[in-house]
């Protein structure tokens, strides 16, 4: 048993529960076991998420510590046990039912102490089996570790690669996303496509469908409207390197806030220029421009059947000259100033100073890039 007699034990159970009095419990015994074995200690949630890691695999394994996420290359050294810099595996799975919901790694030096880190292996495993299940509430969805990598690894790193390495089937594709109380879509795209890959974040949801022919795409449209559960679908695209952006896209679209909305499913052709604007907006704002809330003008609008929106864009667009913008509106200049002072009241702001009505103009482009208009 080598260095694994009775009080090695007992001093591991020390280390064990000494750590769970601290706030970082992985991390104070990933240190405190390699300084007593000598081992490097990793612990590994099921979804690939490298919740902490001893010095020892952080300078083996340093993609996957600096990610904080294992990685498929590292994944596949781990899987398959291969010897690195002189130093063997022992890899202890932690079960919450019949799917292993976390990992402990032990890296250690000789062949005859096999048998003492595979038992330094299940005492850990079994002490901090709480806080793998406390780790594993964050997600909806428990899959086996090759599916989350997968999709990790798809969503976060370069698509084109995991192509290339890994098979990945050409085709069509189709993302779809939403939030995690919307979860049960996720069940319903998993009984109509066998196809997918399911990544999550803290709040969010991604689904990749793949292999679709065209009539699958009107079937999958179709099914997720039926669904009416709020959510975001891209367009069909072949490029698995736009995978990415894609997201990036679908989660702008989710963002954007619209009060007169009715439909549950938000699609890219329809919504893209809108999520564009959250984006555009974040500039807008460390630029160190002010909101005049020209939103409120446009719910105006809705609310009064008035045309303030349209109103105060043309009277910028004309340089701030009532004349001029009266004569494009086809209104009388008093029906103009009356306008005027609508819209002053509506954003509380003097549209007719310089600052002020540039900052205006420049969130009115947006808007109506962005579709609003």
Same mark, same amino acid.
């Given at each position: 048993m080598g260095w694994m007699n009775m009080f090695a034990i007992e001093n591991c159970y020390r280390i064990i529960f000494e750590a769970m009095l601290e706030d970082s419990i992985f991390m104070c015994i990933a240190k405190r076991i390699e300084e007593y074995t000598g081992a490097g200690v990793a612990f590994v949630a099921g979804t %690939? &998420? =490298?919740l902490a890691c001893s010095c020892i695999c952080a300078k083996l394994f340093p993609v996957s510590a600096g990610k904080g996420h294992l990685t498929f290359e590292d994944y596949g050294l781990i899987? *398959?046990?291969q010897e690195l810099d002189g130093r063997l595996w022992c890899v202890t799975p932690v079960y919450g039912g019949k799917i292993a919901i976390g990992y402990v790694v032990l890296m250690y030096g000789e062949k005859e102490e096999e048998g003492a880190f595979q038992e330094l292996g299940g005492i850990l495993a079994q002490n901090v089996k709480r806080y793998f299940q406390e780790e594993q509430k964050q997600y909806l969805f428990c899959q086996p570790l090759n599916e989350h990598m997968a999709g990790w690894t798809l969503f976060e790193e370069d698509a084109s690669g995991? $192509? #290339?390495?890994y098979g990945f089937p050409l085709g069509s594709y189709l993302v779809v996303s939403f939030f995690k109380k919307e979860g049960r879509l996720a069940a319903v795209l998993r009984g109509l496509w066998k196809c997918l890959y399911i990544y999550e974040e803290r709040d969010e949801i991604f689904v990749l469908l793949y292999q679709l022919r065209e009539q699958d795409v009107s079937l999958i449209y179709g099914a997720i409207e039926a669904e &009416? #559960?709020?959510c975001c679908v891209s367009e069909v695209f072949s490029d698995i390197r736009l995978l990415k952006d894609k997201k990036k896209i679908l989660q702008r679209m989710a963002r954007v806030r619209d009060s007169r909305e009715k439909a549950f499913v938000r699609r890219e052709k329809e919504w893209s220029m809108r999520g564009m604007y959250t984006y555009t907006a974040s500039l807008i704002e460390k630029a160190g421009l002010r909101d005049y809330s020209i939103e409120e003008l446009i719910l105006e609008d809705e609310r009064n059947n008035t045309e303030l929106y349209h109103? $105060? &864009?043309t009277y910028l667009l004309c %340089?701030?000259? =009532?004349?001029?913008a009266a004569k494009r509106l086809h209104?009388?200049?008093n029906t103009l100033v009356y306008r005027l002072k609508q819209i002053k009241e509506c954003i509380e702001a003097d549209m007719n100073d310089f600052e002020v009505s540039r900052e205006l103009l420049a969130f009115i482009m947006?808007? *109506?890039?962005? %579709?609003?208009d």
């Open positions: %690939g &998420k =490298v899987r *398959d046990r995991f $192509l #290339e390495k &009416k #559960e709020s109103t $105060l &864009k %340089g701030n000259n =009532v004349t001029a209104i009388h200049r947006m808007y *109506d890039i962005a %579709g609003w």
